[in-house]
C-alpha cells in the first residue's frame, strides 16, 4: 500500500524567508501528488497537484511544488512566506486514476514569526 | 451551495450511542468522499461514492459504521454503537467526477463520544 511521510511535524518560519516543506511517498509507480492546506476550523484547501508533465507546479497563494521521480519527494516551496501562511500542510497521494481516494501524509504544522 | 456544507458542526454523544453525519455536497458533483480526521491515526480515507455505482467501502474501520448517498446528492455517514475511538473530525468532500479532479472539503463534522 502506498504511504506518504512528512518528516516535519513542526515547522517555525519569519515572515518574508523562504519555505519549503518535505513529503516522501512510498509507492510502486508514480502517483498523483497532491498539497493541501488547513487553516484553523477550516477545512481542507488543493494548493496544487501533480499528475504528470512538468515537474514543477505552481499553485494558488505562491506556492510551488517539484516532483523528483528519483527522490520519490514532492517538495512543497514558497519563497517569501506571509504571516496568513500559518496552518497545517498535508502531503496525498492517489493511484493513477484512483480519483481523490487519497492517502495523507501526517502534516506539518507551519508557524510564522512576525 | 456555494460548498461542501456538512452538518452538524460539533456532536457530542454518549458511548453506545448511534450517530447520523450528513454532507451536502456541492450541485452537480457526482464524486463524495468521507473522511476520518482523528490525532492518533492522522488523515483517514473512509468511503467513497461515485454516481450510480457500488460505494468504494474499503476504508471503513468497522462494520459499525455506514454511509448511504440519496438521489445522487446528500450523504449520510452513521456510526453506530459508538466507542471513545470514534471521536473524530469527519470530512466530506466532492468533486466533478471521480477522475482526478480537484476534490473540495467541507468544514468537517467534530464528533465527541464522551
Known amino acids: 500500500a502506498q504511504s506518504v511521510t512528512q518528516p516535519d511535524i513542526h515547522i517555525t518560519v519569519s515572515e518574508g524567508a523562504s519555505l519549503e516543506l518535505r513529503c516522501n511517498y512510498s509507492?510502486?509507480?508514480?502517483?498523483?501528488l497532491f498539497w493541501y492546506v488547513q487553516s484553523p476550523g477550516q477545512g481542507l484547501q488543493l494548493l496544487l497537484k501533480?499528475?504528470?508533465?512538468?515537474?514543477l507546479v505552481q499553485g494558488i497563494k505562491g506556492f510551488e511544488a517539484e516532483f523528483k521521480r528519483s527522490q520519490s519527494s514532492f517538495n512543497l516551496r514558497k519563497p517569501s512566506v506571509h504571516w496568513s501562511d500559518a496552518a497545517e500542510y498535508f502531503c496525498a497521494v492517489a493511484l493513477t486514476g484512483g480519483g481523490n481516494k487519497l492517502t495523507f501524509g501526517t502534516g506539518t504544522q507551519l508557524k510564522v514569526e512576525l | 451551495g456555494a460548498g461542501v456544507s456538512q452538518s452538524p458542526s460539533n456532536k457530542v454523544t454518549e458511548k453506545g450511542k448511534d450517530v447520523e453525519l450528513r454532507c451536502d455536497p456541492i450541485s452537480g458533483h457526482t464524486a463524495l468522499y468521507w473522511y476520518r480526521q482523528s490525532l492518533g491515526q492522522g488523515l483517514e480515507f473512509l468511503i467513497y461514492f461515485q454516481g450510480n455505482s457500488a460505494p468504494d467501502k474499503s476504508g471503513l474501520p468497522s462494520d459499525r459504521f455506514s454511509a448511504e448517498r440519496t438521489g445522487g446528492s446528500v450523504s449520510t455517514l452513521t456510526i453506530q454503537r459508538t466507542q471513545q475511538e470514534d471521536s473524530a473530525v469527519y470530512l466530506c468532500a466532492s468533486s466533478l467526477g471521480w477522475g482526478n479532479t480537484e476534490a473540495f472539503f467541507g468544514q468537517g463534522t467534530r464528533l465527541t463520544v464522551v
Open positions: 509507492y510502486g509507480a508514480t502517483p498523483y
Open positions: 501533480y499528475f504528470s508533465g512538468d515537474t
